[in-house]
Structure formats: structure tokens, C-alpha cells
């Protein structure tokens, strides 16, 4: 596959996320399709906005990936059985791009705020 159609696939599929969230927040809504009450999805909020501020943050992620990653720590952290996989499958049917959470990315620089708010 040459580098211009891998560029077209990412920058679509950067497109369609923007989309997604243009002049609306929909993560309550994912929060809640993966059985996260509105408390837990505070505190998923809280988790991206205070992550998404720190000057350590360094766009690891972009916005919607880190939302997608903070609530998906959250509900690991309540003991909801959600996989990667599924909520790539949330994703893609929700916002028509499938995002597979990678906390890994950005979760031990911040081990302190996760510490703190999880």
C-alpha cells in the first residue's frame, strides 16, 4: 500500500472524528452504551479535561481518543468488562470511526492524576 492511500485513510478517518464531535459532546452517550453511570462519567471527564491541560500532556492522543481512553479506564476501574475490541465496535457504530482505547500511550506519565481521581 503506498504512503498517499495510508495518508487518505488517516486523514478520513480524522475527518469522520471530527464530525462526530463537531457541535456536540457525545461522551455521555458512549459513557453510558458501555454501562457507566453519570458519576463514573464525571469522573472520565475530569480525568481527560485535567489530562488534556497538564503541560506533561503532549497530544499522545487526540482529543477523542483520549476521551475514548479515560472512559474506558474508568470502567476498568469499576469492573465493567469492556474490551478494546468492543469499544472500537462502540466507536465505529457511534461516531462512524472505530477508536480502540491506548491508554498505554499517556497512562504512566500521569499515574498521579489516575492515582488521584481513579
Known amino acids: ?17 471530527v464530525a462526530a464531535h463537531k457541535d456536540n ?3 455521555l452517550e458512549l459513557a453510558t452504551s458501555i454501562g457507566l453511570n453519570h458519576a463514573q462519567y464525571a469522573t472520565a471527564k475530569i480525568i481527560q479535561l485535567t489530562v488534556a491541560k497538564d503541560e ?10 483520549l476521551m475514548v481512553d479515560c472512559i474506558y479506564l474508568v470502567a476498568k476501574n469499576a469492573g465493567i468488562k469492556v474490551s478494546a475490541q468492543r469499544m472500537r ?12 482505547p491506548r491508554p498505554n ?3 504512566d506519565e ?5 492515582g488521584e481521581l481513579l
Do not use: Y
Open 1 to 17: 500500500m503506498s504512503e498517499e492511500v495510508v495518508i487518505s485513510k488517516e486523514a478520513d478517518a480524522l475527518a469522520r472524528s
Open 25 to 27: 459532546d457525545r461522551a
Open 56 to 65: 506533561r500532556w503532549m497530544n499522545q492522543r487526540s482529543p477523542h481518543g
Open 89 to 100: 465496535t462502540i466507536t465505529m457504530s457511534m461516531f462512524n470511526v472505530g477508536t480502540q
Open 105 to 107: 500511550k499517556w497512562q
Open 110 to 114: 500521569f499515574s498521579d492524576v489516575l
